[in-house]
């Protein structure tokens, strides 16, 4: 009987494998294998050409140039237009681009080569859906998702492309053009609140001091207000029609990335006069007029803008998981290929001997599951919704689906600071004085004392007694209200109204106006000090250019002449302002500054360098406050040689700096204040979490260097334990080598560096720079801009080959989420333009750590084992098939036919291996108890190629055991083998979910049970077997036996291994449950 069925086998294979005498025939099988080079060979060709016009289209950029342009006057040249285009695709390019993403995958190009051969008859193994249909469907998918996306990002643009503002017309009409139709040369109008469209020099504005307010946060990260100046030539018209008839250029240096600094002249030709122009006579686009309403002149329109130049183009990110498996891929292709040539070998090369190596490939390309890709998408969409259900994450949208693995493989996590590890909201905690200080539950004291101050000193001015430079020992109360008026006198703060940010405040004694006003300023440290003086009795109620106004607490107006004053910057680290107060004409320099500048101005003192480390170590940010009475000739005598300094033409910043200095000595030390900047809840039990979990975290901040530092402390980003390494100011090479060596001493020290080192130190020593700044235990970047923030990522991301996360909440933090593998965005205070652009959108901090311990960890164990177990699936299957041909004269011919091959990957098994999305290996609880646990998921040893190669032993064993099992115990049909041998694989692979799965989900069951009747009515109604075989004693205890030896040994093994070598995961479990039971006992 077993010689009459391999008669039958191969007569069988014969109909479809032709003989070489068939001449006719043979040409038609050279005809079919020359219509398959056709087709790659065309495929090929269409790929590469397709790539070079991309890269031709892409390389053709217009040549970045300054500009002149003359006001009122539209331009010749070509601009690029005004328009946001964050899309990644068009009509033209969706098709093209989406299938180029798809098929360099090397598994999707496999199966498309495959599917193209079973056009050529004599090479199909079978029907034509069992291979176009599920990789055209995984195509399908991918492509509905990618324009869902695309569509969502058009709206996004157009809302922005759409906006309406006003122009400026000739004849002093206006007239309204939206956002995309604005053109260089044009004159806008920006009202109070209003996104500016495009970057703009600043000529006119509705303020009388010709100064207003802007906000940057959706650039440069700081919800500090920035002041901005008109031209003066342009300010001082008396209407906006004016502008036309004056004959004047502005010229603009050529669009740069440099959001800090601007080069440019104004010239009025009439006159023959010119005015230099910087970055306070500009407005970029994407910042917000805080103030008043502004005309500016458009220099730079779309992609040259500072904020689309600083922002990187969207790009698709691929998640580690898919690369490693895309490895794997390959490797079974080279098995594929082994397998295919030995059995070409044992079967000889006569004959048509290429037919039957493709029909050997085609019948063993089962190794490599196209399901596994299919499985994997739909997976990581249902980790998306499991994210977004989450209740302990309320708000977390989950916009790029293709990647949640990730979150499980972090290894350095790159943070914004401002709005995302702060709030942004500064709180003054402390004012002290050396002998004594005063904290928020003694503030009412100091109200005391300034009442009582103010009292003495009004009276002393109507008794004609004019105030002296003293230096005898002072009353507690005269040395709280000298540090109290000093505070509210050194500082660029603008009271407002709250309804009308562009009114300055009344000068009126009535109280209730209090209540209405809001405060101007470029610090929020700022407004909290004058926000403190107003709450202790010392309110500014007025300020312009040159005149400022207190109200004391008994309601008078203190009125002082603004002289001079030098702002901050973060070289000098202070600022100062000399003030004449008109009630005495008393002139009085006033300055505040970080301890390291001003302990060498003051007064020797013994308290203030210990009290400023004492609050330090608190996470308050200090100020050191100082003050000097100067008389009117040190006064006029300063004014002349700072008059004469800032008109030199040659190294007028150093000689503006020597004047400065001289008079910044001797100064009256008056007090200490720290303020706290509000950290985002439980910030710091978060970041504690994430060191435990192994990440590497680094802040990457577009604010000053001491506070970045305080900060840092204060989040515990840097623990107390650890030193600190500030970084120098680096500008040539031999600076950063001797920076470079002294970072290399210091061990367990936290780098903190600038922007402008950073970039100079990369410049000549990259590599050495990246090996010390990966193995210190937290680095911050501080006066970072968006471009470096993505350059440190992708830094990273060259130099270690790990993955990182990036965590923003403003504009200036998409260019980083974008380069990141991971971006987080969180929706807060500066807008939802990060949470847009990002990967995953959080509303807090604190959900990060959820995010990745948690869902990262489940999405990461899930798909390694869904992907590892679809491999067993198609490796298994092919085994048995090797060994049938190998039995049968290795014959070509597949062994299960039909839709028994189509249900083996559908509805037999995949209801079952697909619940493994639903698999966990430990609770949320305990993957938040010990973070530890996320370490081991970033070696990636749940998907390696150790445990690759543990599956396909699995797979050889068990399909060996499944096939010859089947051909011992077969005794009269050779159909038997099929269906004794089909069945045992079904129930194994059933099986061997239930010894893949760690914790069970009521839904797994439901799920074998489903595919148990599926296989059942298939059996009854579809008549692939024996029927009367099937309800015999005989078939049910074979299947029985062949199941048992091929699944039983694996249980055993595994039971083993979990006595006697447990996973580190089930002694978590064990402990955890041992305890709550302890726990209930003893507290009944």
């Given amino acids: 009987m077993m010689h009459a069925d391999v008669g ?90 989406v299938l180029f993403e798809q098929f360099k995958f090397f598994l999707n190009l496999y199966f498309l080569v495959m599917a193209t051969s079973q056009f050529i008859p004599e090479l199909r193994i079978g029907y034509l859906y069992t291979y176009w249909g599920p990789l055209g469907f995984v195509i399908l998918v991918t492509m509905i998702r990618e324009a869902v996306d695309d569509v969502r990002r058009r709206q996004r643009d157009n809302e922005v492309n759409q906006q309406r503002y006003k122009k400026l017309t000739p004849h002093g009409g206006q007239r309204t053009i939206t956002s995309a139709n604005i053109k260089v040369g044009d004159l806008i109008f920006v009202e109070k609140d209003q996104r500016v469209p495009a970057d ?105 803008t500072r904020s689309v130049m600083n922002n990187a183009a969207p790009r698709s990110k691929i998640g580690l998981l898919d690369l490693e498996i895309n490895n794997l891929t390959k490797l079974l292709f080279v098995a594929v290929l082994g397998l295919t040539l030995v059995m070409m070998c044992l079967k000889g090369f006569g004959g048509p001997w290429y037919r039957y190596f493709f029909r050997f490939l085609l019948l063993f390309s089962y190794i490599i599951p196209i399901s596994a890709r299919l499985n994997l998408d739909v997976g990581k969409t249902f980790y998306s919704w499991v994210i977004q259900r989450d209740q302990e994450m309320p708000g977390t949208v989950v916009r790029s689906t293709t990647i949640p693995e990730e979150l499980g493989r972090i290894n350095y996590l790159l943070t914004d600071k401002t709005g995302t590890l702060t709030q942004n909201e500064m709180v003054f905690k402390i004012l002290h004085l050396g002998t004594v200080a005063y904290g928020t539950d003694t503030f009412d004291e100091v109200e005391t004392h300034v009442k009582t101050f103010i009292s003495k ?16 020992r002072r009353t507690v109360v005269t040395r709280v209200g ?17 309804d009308d940010a562009g009114s300055p405040v009344e000068e009126s004694g009535d109280i209730q106006t209090q209540r209405s006003v809001a405060y101007q300023a470029s610090s929020p440290d700022e407004v909290s000090l004058v926000r403190w003086t107003e709450s ?111 008109l030199s033409m040659t190294e007028r910043g150093s000689r503006v700096a020597a004047v400065i200095e001289s008079l910044e000595c001797d100064l009256e030390l008056l007090c200490l204040t720290g303020v706290e900047d509000k950290l985002q809840t439980n910030v710091k039990q978060t970041l504690e979490l994430l060191r435990n979990a192994g990440m590497k975290i680094w802040m990457l901040t577009g604010d000053k260097l001491e506070t970045a530092t305080c900060i840092a402390k204060s989040s515990r980003l840097v623990s107390p334990n650890q030193g600190l390494h500030v970084m120098g100011n680096v500008t040539a090479r031999r600076e950063a080598h001797l920076e470079l060596n002294a970072l290399r001493r210091k061990s367990d020290s936290a780098l903190i560096i600038k922007g402008d080192a950073l970039e100079t130190c990369l410049q000549y020593y990259e590599h050495e720079l990246m090996d010390l700044a990966v193995q210190c235990p937290a680095v911050v970047v501080c006066r970072c801009s968006p471009t470096q923030k993505a350059a440190v990522v992708r830094l990273i ?157 699995i797979s050889i064993y068990q399909g060996g055991v499944l096939m010859y099992g089947a051909m011992l115990l077969f005794e009269d049909e050779l159909i038997h ?108």
């Fill in 8 to 97: 039958d086998f191969e007569a069988d294979e014969s109909q479809y494998l032709l003989s070489d005498t068939d001449t006719e025939t043979r040409t038609v099988t050279m005809t079919g294998s020359r219509k398959l080079c056709c087709i790659s060979f065309c495929i090929r060709n269409f790929c590469s050409r397709l790539c070079e016009c991309i890269i031709s289209c892409c390389s053709r950029r217009r040549q970045l140039a300054a500009r002149s342009i003359r006001i009122g006057h539209q331009t010749t040249e070509k601009f690029p237009p005004n328009v946001i285009r964050n899309q990644k695709y068009n009509f033209i390019s969706f098709i093209p681009l």
């Fill in 200 to 304: 703009m020099v600043f000529l006119r504005t509705t303020e009388t001091n010709g100064a207003c307010f802007i906000r940057t946060d959706q650039l440069d990260g700081e919800t500090d207000w920035k002041l901005r100046l008109a031209v003066p030539a342009t300010q001082k018209l008396d209407s906006n029609e004016e502008l036309f008839s004056m004959d004047a250029t502005v010229y603009a240096e050529k669009p740069q990335k440099d959001i800090y600094n601007f080069i440019g002249n104004f010239a009025k030709h009439d006159t023959e006069t010119e005015e230099s122009l910087g970055v306070e006579n500009t407005v970029w686009a994407g910042t917000v007029v805080a103030s008043g309403r502004l005309l500016g002149l458009v220099v730079y329109t779309g992609a040259e």
């Fill in 457 to 472: 000193e009004t009276s002393s001015n109507a008794s004609g007694a004019t105030a002296t430079p003293t230096r005898m």
């Fill in 482 to 498: 000298e540090a109290v008026k000093a505070i509210a006198l050194c500082h660029n703060v603008t009271p407002v109204h709250e």
């Fill in 536 to 646: 202790v009795g010392l309110a500014l109620v007025h300020r312009d250019l040159t005149t400022l106004t207190l109200r004391s607490p008994t309601g008078a107006l203190l009125k002082y002449t603004v002289l001079q004053i030098f702002p901050f910057t973060s070289e000098t680290k202070r600022m100062g302002i000399i003030v004449r107060e008109e009630a005495t004409g008393q002139i009085v320099l006033y300055m505040k500054g970080a301890d390291t500048v001003m302990a060498t101005m003051v007064e020797y003192n013994d308290w203030l360098e210990e009290e400023c480390i004492n609050l330090a170590q608190k996470g308050l940010r200090t100020l050191v406050v100082a003050r000097k009475v100067l008389t009117q000739e040190q006064y006029n005598h300063f004014e002349q040689r700072y008059s004469a300094a800032k």
């Fill in 797 to 953: 991301q060259r130099h270690t080959g790990k993955r990182t996360a990036a965590v923003g909440d403003g504009g200036n933090d998409v260019s980083m989420i974008q380069a990141a593998d991971a971006g987080i965005g969180i929706v807060g205070k500066e807008g939802k333009q990060a949470s847009l652009a990002a990967d995953f959108s959080i509303e807090q901090f604190q959900h990060i750590a959820r995010l990745c311990l948690v869902h990262g960890r489940d999405s990461y164990k899930r798909s390694a084992s869904l992907s590892q177990f679809v491999m067993h699936r198609g490796l298994i299957i092919s085994t048995i098939q090797a060994i049938f041909s190998s039995i049968f004269y290795f014959s070509s011919v597949a062994l299960y036919q039909g839709f028994l091959m189509v249900g083996y990957a559908t509805v037999y098994t995949n209801f079952p291996v697909f619940s493994l999305v639903l698999d966990r290996d430990v609770s949320p609880n305990i993957a938040l108890t010990y973070p530890e646990l996320y370490k081991d998921l970033t070696k990636g040893r749940s998907l390696s190629y150790k445990t690759f190669f543990i599956w396909v032993l």
């Fill in 977 to 1084: 083998v099929v269906s004794i041998s089909f069945t045992s694989l079904i129930l194994t692979e059933l099986l061997m979910v239930g010894l893949t799965v760690r914790t069970w989900h009521p839904l797994m069951i439901v799920a074998h049970f489903l595919s148990l009747g599926f296989y059942a009515l298939s059996i009854i109604f579809m008549h692939y077997f024996d029927w009367d075989f099937i309800k015999s004693k005989d078939f049910f205890w074979k299947v029985v036996v062949i199941t048992l030896v091929s699944c039983l040994p694996l249980y055993v093994l595994k039971f083993l291994r979990r006595k006697f070598t447990p996973p580190t995961y089930s002694k978590l479990e064990e402990l955890n449950t041992f305890g709550s039971s302890s726990l209930s006992q003893s507290h009944p």
